[in-house]
Structures are given as structure tokens and as C-alpha cells.
């Protein structure tokens, strides 16, 4: 009250800020995110069915071989591959390797972005520092690169690769945990929590996770779907598990073994599509994520 | 003297479009002005005084037709013998910044961060320059030859817009113009940035200046330097000015003419002295009571949300004098002897 | 009075953040030598800790040589002497450009990345900057009006683009444009060494690439131009008389590019593996297909040659960033004296 001359305000009316007009625009803008996040919705349990119990799906076991180079038939609804295998079966059971290794990456990723983001939000100050400069110096480093030159001294392995993603692909996780604990570390629950005098590491878990969630969904789901382009492209390379086969390991022997050659699109167009739907899929959901996250936040500001 | 803006029944109203909020009802359309009427004379100033969230703004934004696509305006808003509201989008391009200018309340996020002082001062003559100029130098480039007048012309252009820039930020108290002119906004603080705003609104000489909260945010000491600003400037260029505030003192000082605005409608309109010496509007007296000098009385409750208005008249919840009747039926706007009022208490 | 309480108060303001630029200098630059030395040491280490021979994984599996020839090699390249002998062997090695041998292709490292290296930069750096363009452009506008049917439908077009391996989508135009249509040449950057062969060679693997690198931007530039024109200078921009769309070019765009800048170094690396796939599908004769061709005949020494090469590009242009950042954004530079 430095003016001194200063009509009070009211709760709950309504607001005549320029903040308004931007809330109202957003929510437009989420409406039209709010018809793809459906379509990605449907699509993204079609592949999750499909990974989970792929024998419903496939018309042959993955392993069972016929004549090689078959084009698409009524007996092959995708022909067959070089040495025999029918493509459609081997597209069915190869969604439940693209999407492990996806997820399996991201929740590696997930994990140490959270620990990392956590402490350096929480305690602030040298560790902060130190964390976060860590964090950008490993940022710089070009991942692709670094995997493959890993890659090629490894065994060529699905662990490994998950491994390998894994702990490059945390840093945009780390930094967005790292915001949102310091605006929660802030709040009045934890500062009274504090006072209670519970430990960091209760207050950490009880207090300030929770509210994490929805930040971290988010970049959960985007970081899987940019974990499956890498694992597609790295088999395209030929350092993928050639014993589990992916969409990318599909693509990879299509083009090397002469599919593409042969113009036999239903070889190599099929997993690659695959590849772009299921990313896309996952991607719109956590785009959807964000967009509520947002919305969250506009409705606390409101108040 | 002339009236240079005419509002008459203006409702502004917004149209929330949310489907699965939690709360349905707000789906419908709230109303954040209803029925609004009043005009401005050449080189008055008015002032519109209210609670923040009484639709202030939105009036402001009204005018300069700033309010988002999801608003709808009806009514008449003359300016200058013309109807704003009927202009298409182009038409009033061509007025804003140059016949009507707006002040906002955040001058430090309403200048532009990345482009530099001068930039953004020089950018007015840049938008609504041509036309003005064009006629001015039409008679002296006839004399000179086409080549020598292209260059000659666009160097002449900048100089002269240059010194039109000096000039106006030494008068706003800015004594080495040239220096600030490469300066950005976030070098600057908030009472410069003021003054920067304040020039580059007036610049173009407009008609007229809306003024939305120019003093909030800021210290006495800028708010005193900020009405200086705005007296010097009403003597100077004689434009009318629409200054919209809740800060009363600032108003009483400044204003020729004082409308208050309670939940989306005027209550009362007056002159400055009539109406600080002898509020005729419950809500006016309650307001003048609140303030520090008067013992600071709060008036009891809160102001109605814009989507569920009491019915009758709009303050009676909060009325120390209410009768029957003012919870069943909506006083109207009534005028006596040059000021009005719409309370059915007041004839 | 007044104006020298301005003054005053202007002062304090730029001592203030005058030091705290200073601050975030020193700590830039910093963080840059941290990433080098990382970078120089992943180098060093990877070889020496991976499973296998470190002799064998320094000059590559496939390379047959006798008992006693690796014994001497061990000992030619100094691998029985202590860690941090070695490592300051390998700096010095460095230092004159000396990135070991490769025993496949007969000649040394530096060489081979050379003469490889000038295409792929080429190649990436006009994708790079045709696709900032591209989907600068493209992205500010559909953020400006995203609600009409055009930009919608560039949207879900842009984010199919942006989910789609990059490799993939060569792959199917080089199928359908060259292939196909025979429009363009499916090999190598040129047959005759003249601009419009090369031109034509390149058309289709920028063009992907572009499109690709567009694909990102356009997201991060509809997102941004949608955050900026809600501020409060987008509408005093309108309020001072500008029309429409002008208000997008002359105040909007700038800022909302600034993010642009520093995703665009990050994204370097992404792109430039991308590039690398784009080379390997059009056998463009850079840096991808080197690399391809390291992999599948375990020539270590290019492999490393080539993530050192990449890691340093990915380094500079991020420092590049940096620098134009603070060009473009006064709130990062403030007057000096």
C-alpha cells in the first residue's frame, strides 16, 4: 500500500487484466490440440494391444518361415521377407520391442532426471549449480553420435541400447523438475513441513513428488517417443539386436537385404509408418499432458 | 464545446468457450459492461473511477477496439462523428496511435523488450507518417528533381522525425534524448518507461489519449511526476483525455468531469468537486469513506461476480440506505442539473 | 532533480547487472571447457575401458595382425605406460591433429575426415538453415492465426514430420522422386564437379533435411508466437496502428525467435545425425556413409575420429548460439560504460 489512496480488490470477480484475454486464447489453442490427443489416445492402445498379446494379432509365429520374396497374397497379407518370414507377423511382434525399448529408456531417463532435478530444485545453491553445470555440459555432447561409437565397441544388444539411451536422454527432465521444485519448494505446505522439521528426503518424496507427476508425464511420453526414433535409427545402422526384431531392425534389413532394391514397398513401408504412427501417437499424449498441465497452472492463477 | 466521443448503451460481453470445465454454467456469455453512456468534449478530461474489475478496462479496450475475438460490443461508440464499432479493421489501423492513443498500466511490458527506445518512438511515423507528410512536401518536391529527391527525401524524413523524438522526450524531462534513443526497455525502469510510453502514445498529436491506470504500480513519487506529465501535456497539445483509475486523489486532481463505475455500470457522473464534497451514490460516499483521509471505512462485502449480478439495483446487497425497491427494480441513469445519478434515493 | 534520481537509480541498475552478466560469461565459458575436456576424455576412455583389447579396439577389429606386430603396436602406442601418461600422449596427439590411423582405408584419420568432413557441412549447414527459415516462418504464422483450416492442416503435417525417423522419409522419397519418377539422380553429390550438378544431386536430401529440421522449428516457433502475442506489447503494437499481420513481422517474430536461436544449436546435433542417415540412404559420399562403412567393418579409429569431429561442430555452434543470443537480446547485453 505505498500509494495509500487504493480502492481494495474482491475476490472472485471478474478479471479485466490482459492475463485474461491470453487465458482465453489458450484454451482455444488446447481445443484444437484436445481432437488429435483423441485419435493419439485410440491409436497409441491399438499399438499397446497389439505389444501386449501380439498372437491374437499376427497370423504366423515371427520365426515360421515360407518362401522367401512373396508378394502380398491372401496366405501373406504383406508378402514374405528374404528368408521366408511372413512381414505382417513380424510387424505384429516387433511393436512390443519398439515400444519396450521406448519405454524402457524413458523410465531409466525419467528416473535420473527426477533425482537430479530434485536435489539441485531442492537444496539449491552449490549443488545446484554443480548439478545444473553438469547437466548442460552433457547436454552439448551429440548423443546419436556417442551411441554409435558405443554401440559399435558393444555387442550389439537390446540392453545395451536401452542402457545407452537411457543415460544420455535426461537433461530436458532434469531441468524442467528442477523449475517446478523451486516454485513448489516455496509453497506454504512444504515451508510448514519444514518447520515440523520432517527430513528432505520425506519432504522430497511426500510433498514435493506428488506434485511432479504432471510435469513429468509429459516428458515421460516425449522422451519415449524420441527413444524410438533412436532405437529405429541406430538399428537402420545395423547396432540394433538383430535377435529382437524391431520396426527399425524390419527397416534395416529391408534396405540392406533388398527390399528396397526389389521395390518391395510392402516390406519397408509398413514398420516405417508403423514407427512414425506409434511416436505420433505417444507424442500427442504427452502434448495433451502439457496442454492440461498448462491449464492447471492458468486455473491456480485465476484464484 | 464539441464532443469528440459519444459512447451511448455500450455492452461488451465475453463468450468463455470452455466444454468440460468443471463449472458448466460458465460456459455462458458474462457481461462486463452493460448499457454504458457517457461522451467526451474537445480537450476534457474525463476521468472513469472503480474497484478493480468493475469493467474499467474493458471500456478502454472497447474504444480502441483492443478487446479479444471472443468479446462481443454493441452499442455506439462516435468518434468524431463516426461510428468505430461499424470501421472494419483497416479503417481503424489508420485511427489507433494516430486520432485515439492508449496508455497501458504496465509500461515496462507494454514497450517492446528487444527493440531499442528509439526504435519504438520512431515507429508511429513510420506507421501513420505517409499520408501527413505526403501533403506537406508534395508542393516542395515538385520544385527538385526526381533522383536527388529520393535520397534527399528519405534523409530529410529521418531528421525531421528525429528531431520531433528529441524534442518530445526533453519535454517529458529527459535531458540527453539522443543517449536514451539506444536504449532498450529493461535497462530502463519503470517510471522511465512511463515517460517513454507517454511519448510514444502522444507523439502523433491524437485527438484523444485513454489513459488505463497510468498510476498503478507506482510510487508517490512518480505518480506526482506522472501528473505533471499529464497536465503539461493537456496544455500543451489540448487533447481530451479519457483517464481511467481507482486511485481517487490522482483523479480529483487531474479530472474535468469524474463517471463511477460499480459492477459493469456507471452510478454516477459529476464534476470533481461536486462530487468529492457531496457524493450522491451510496457506493460514491462509501468509496470516499474508505479512503485513508476519511477514516478509512470499508464498505461491507465484496462486489458482485460479473456472471450472477444481484437483481434490482446492482449494489443494494452492499447498500447501508437500500429500500424495497432497490432489490426489485434496476434504477436508471438520471440527470439533474449536470450531474447524474441512478439511485432511486436521489431524484 | 528528478532526472538525476533516474540517473542514479540507472547506475545502480547496471552495476548490478553488468556483474551478473559478467557472472554468466565466466560460468558459459566455463561449462564450454568442461564439455571440451568431457568430450576429449569420452574420447580417450571409450576405446580403453570397453570390453576386448584396447590394442584391437584402437586400430580396429577386423584388421589382422600377428602376435607379435600387437605387441609392438602395444607398445607404439604406448598402452602398457600408466592412464595419465597416455592421456597426455593423446592430447598431444591431438594438438597436431593427429587422430591415429585408420588400417582399412590406409591412411590417416585427420585425412579421411578431411576430405569427407566439407560436404557434410555443406549439406547440413544449408538444411539447417533452409529449414530455420522454412519453419520460422511457416510456424510464426500458424501460431498468428492458429485457428484456421490451413494452419491446422500444417500442424498435423508438421508433427507427422517431426515423429517420422528421418532416414524413413528419405527413403521414400528417393524411392518415389528418383526411383520412381527418375527425377533425380539417387547417388552422390555430383557427376561433374558444377553447381548445377551438385545442386541437383543435393535437391532431394536437403530438401528432407530442410523439411525435417522445419518440422521441429515450426513446433517451438507456433508455440512461442501463440505465448507472445497474448503480451501486453502485441497489443499496444495494435494500439499504436499497426495492421494485423505487420504486427507479427515487426514486433512478435523477434521475440519469439530468440528461443529459436538456442534450440537450434541443441538441436545441431540431432540434425547432424540426422544428416548422417539422409547420406548413408542417398550414398552421398560425407560423413554418414564413412561412418556406415566404419560400423559395419569395426573400424574403431574413424568411428572415434568422426564422434570427435561431430562433438567439437556440435560445441562451436552451440558457443555460436550463444554469441548471436546475446547480439539479438539487449536484456543479455547491457551498456558497458
Not at chain 2, 20 to 32: I, P
Request: aromatic content about 10%; glycine content about 8%; some cysteine.
Amino acid at each position: 500500500m505505498k500509494k495509500g489512496i487504493c480502492i481494495q480488490k474482491s475476490p472472485g470477480q471478474w478479471k479485466d487484466s490482459i492475463a485474461h484475454y491470453l487465458n482465453l486464447d489458450i484454451r482455444k489453442y488446447k481445443k484444437t490440440f484436445k481432437k488429435f490427443n483423441r485419435g493419439g489416445l485410440f491409436l497409441f492402445f491399438f499399438f499397446l494391444i497389439l505389444a501386449l498379446f501380439p498372437s491374437l494379432f499376427a497370423p504366423y509365429p515371427p520365426t515360421e518361415r515360407f518362401v522367401s520374396y512373396e508378394p502380398p497374397s491372401a496366405a501373406h497379407l504383406l508378402g514374405t521377407n528374404d528368408i521366408g518370414n511372413d512381414i505382417l507377423s513380424e510387424l505384429v511382434y516387433g511393436a512390443r520391442i519398439s515400444m519396450m525399448v521406448g519405454f524402457a529408456t524413458a523410465c531409466i531417463s525419467t528416473f535420473i532426471g527426477l533425482m537430479i532435478g530434485l536435489c539441485s530444485g531442492y537444496f539449491r545453491g552449490t549443488i545446484d549449480e554443480l548439478l545444473m553445470g553438469f547437466t548442460d555440459v552433457v547436454l552439448i555432447i551429440p548423443k546419436i553420435p556417442l551411441i554409435i561409437i558405443i554401440g559399435a565397441f558393444l555387442h550389439p544388444s537390446i540392453w545395451t541400447l536401452i542402457l545407452v539411451l537411457g543415460l544420455l536422454s535426461w537433461e530436458s527432465i532434469a531441468r524442467v523438475v528442477r523449475s517446478k521444485t523451486l516454485q513448489i519448494r516455496e509453497a506454504g505446505y512444504v515451508k510448514s513441513a519444514r518447520c515440523m522439521g520432517f527430513s528432505s528426503f520425506h519432504i522430497m518424496v511426500s510433498d514435493i513428488f506428488p506434485n511432479l507427476i504432471h510435469v513429468l508425464m509429459p516428458k515421460f511420453m516425449l522422451t519415449t517417443a524420441s527413444a524410438m526414433i533412436s532405437e529405429a535409427s541406430l538399428s537402420f545402422l545395423g547396432l540394433g539386436d538383430t535377435s529382437m526384431k524391431s520396426w527399425g531392425i524390419m527397416l534395416s534389413f529391408a534396405f540392406s537385404r533388398g527390399g528396397f532394391i526389389r521395390d518391395m514397398w510392402w516390406w519397408y513401408i509398413p514398420p516405417g509408418v508403423c514407427i512414425a504412427l506409434c511416436v505420433m501417437s505417444i507424442a500427442m499424449i504427452g502434448f495433451g499432458f502439457e496442454g492440461r498441465d498448462e491449464k492447471e497452472r492458468r486455473g491456480m492463477d485465476a484464484e | 464545446m464539441n464532443t469528440l466521443l459519444e459512447v451511448k448503451d455500450l455492452v461488451v460481453s465475453f463468450h468463455g468457450n470452455e466444454t468440460e470445465n468443471k463449472n458448466e454454467d460458465k460456459n455462458e456469455s458474462v457481461t462486463a459492461v452493460s448499457c454504458l453512456s457517457f461522451s467526451i468534449r474537445e480537450k476534457e478530461t474525463l476521468a472513469l473511477v472503480g474497484e478493480s474489475g468493475c469493467g474499467k478496462s474493458v471500456v478502454a479496450h472497447a474504444i480502441m477496439r483492443l478487446l479479444p475475438q471472443e468479446s462481443r460490443v454493441k452499442g455506439v461508440i462516435k468518434f468524431r462523428g463516426k461510428n468505430l464499432l461499424e470501421m472494419n479493421e483497416k479503417e481503424m489501423a489508420k485511427l489507433r496511435g494516430k486520432e485515439i492513443s492508449i496508455i497501458f498500466q504496465n509500461p515496462s511490458l507494454a514497450l517492446n523488450p528487444v527493440y531499442s527506445i528509439g526504435h519504438q518512438l520512431a515507429e508511429p511515423f513510420k506507421i501513420h507518417g505517409q499520408e501527413k507528410r505526403r501533403a506537406a512536401e508534395e508542393r516542395k518536391e515538385e520544385k527538385r528533381k526526381e533522383k536527388r529527391k529520393e535520397k534527399g527525401k528519405k534523409k530529410e524524413k529521418e531528421n525531421t522525425i528525429l528531431s520531433k523524438i528529441v524534442e518530445a522526450l526533453k519535454r517529458v524531462g529527459f535531458s540527453n534524448p539522443h543517449e536514451y534513443m539506444g536504449y532498450y526497455p529493461s535497462w530502463c525502469s519503470g517510471g522511465m518507461n512511463q515517460r517513454f510510453l507517454i511519448t510514444a502514445s502522444t507523439i502523433l498529436d491524437p485527438f484523444l489519449l485513454i489513459a488505463d491506470e497510468p498510476s498503478k504500480g507506482l510510487d508517490r513519487d512518480r505518480v506526482s511526476e506522472l501528473e505533471n506529465e499529464l497536465k503539461n501535456l493537456k496544455e500543451m497539445n489540448e487533447n481530451a483525455l479519457l483517464l481511467i483509475s481507482h486511485d481517487l486523489g490522482f483523479v480529483r486532481r487531474l479530472a474535468d468531469r469524474v463517471a463511477v463505475m460499480y459492477a459493469g455500470e456507471i452510478i454516477e457522473i459529476a464534476g470533481p468537486s461536486s462530487l468529492f464534497e457531496s457524493p450522491h451514490h451510496p457506493y460514491t460516499r462509501g468509496l470516499l469513506n474508505s479512503l485513508p483521509e476519511n477514516g478509512f471505512v470499508p464498505i461491507p462485502g465484496s462486489s458482485p461476480p460479473l456472471s450472477s449480478l444481484p437483481a434490482g439495483c446492482r449494489f443494494h446487497p452492499r447498500c447501508p440506505i437500500k429500500e424495497k425497491r432497490c432489490m426489485q427494480e434496476h434504477p436508471e441513469l438520471k440527470e439533474n442539473n449536470g450531474r447524474a445519478v441512478r439511485c432511486f434515493l436521489w431524484p | 532533480m528528478r532526472r538525476c534520481e533516474a540517473g542514479e537509480a540507472f547506475e545502480n541498475n547496471t552495476l548490478k547487472t553488468l556483474s551478473g552478466t559478467m557472472r554468466e560469461a565466466v560460468k558459459k565459458t566455463f561449462r564450454y571447457a568442461a564439455s571440451f575436456l568431457l568430450i576429449v576424455t569420452l574420447n580417450f576412455a571409450i576405446p580403453r575401458l570397453m570390453p576386448g583389447d584396447p590394442v584391437k579396439n584402437l586400430i580396429g577389429e577386423d584388421v589382422y595382425v600377428s602376435e607379435a606386430a600387437m605387441e609392438q603396436l602395444r607398445a607404439e602406442m604406448g598402452l602398457n605406460r600408466p592412464l595419465y601418461e597416455q592421456f597426455t600422449a593423446y592430447i598431444g596427439d591431438l594438438l597436431r591433429f593427429d587422430l591415429g590411423y585408420s588400417y582399412h582405408l590406409h591412411s590417416p584419420v585427420a585425412e579421411v575426415l578431411r576430405d569427407r568432413i566439407a560436404w557434410t557441412l555443406l549439406f547440413v549447414g544449408v538444411s539447417v538453415l533452409l529449414g530455420a527459415v522454412l519453419g520460422t516462418l511457416l510456424g510464426a504464422y500458424a501460431g498468428w492465426k492458429p485457428e484456421t483450416k490451413a494452419n491446422r492442416l500444417i500442424c498435423c503435417g508438421f508433427i507427422a514430420l517431426s515423429c517420422t525417423p528421418p532416414y524413413f522419409l528419405a527413403l521414400l522419397c528417393l524411392d518415389f522422386f528418383a526411383f520412381e519418377l527418375g527425377l533425380f539422380p539417387f547417388k552422390g553429390y555430383y557427376d561433374v564437379p558444377t553447381p548445377g550438378s551438385v545442386i541437383h544431386h543435393m535437391f532431394l536430401p536437403v530438401t528432407v533435411m530442410a523439411l525435417f529440421s522445419a518440422s521441429r522449428n515450426f513446433l517451438i516457433m507456433r508455440g512461442s508466437v501463440i505465448q507472445e502475442k497474448g503480451h501486453l506489447y502485441a497489443i499496444y503494437a495494435r494500439a499504436k496502428g499497426l495492421y494485423d499481420i505487420s504486427i507479427l513481422f515487426r514486433h512478435v517474430i523477434k521475440n519469439a525467435s530468440l528461443p529459436i536461436i538456442t534450440l537450434l544449436a541443441l538441436d545441431f546435433g540431432f540434425l547432424f545425425s540426422g544428416a548422417l542417415f539422409t547420406e548413408i540412404i542417398f550414398s552421398l559420399n560425407g560423413m554418414g556413409t564413412l561412418i556406415y562403412d566404419a560400423i559395419i567393418g569395426k573400424d574403431y579409429p574413424v568411428l572415434q575420429g568422426s564422434f570427435l569431429v561431430i562433438a567439437l561442430a556440435v560445441l562451436l555452434a552451440n558457443m555460436l548460439a550463444d554469441l548471436l543470443y546475446a547480439v539479438a537480446d539487449p536484456r543479455v547485453r547491457r551498456p558497458t560504460s
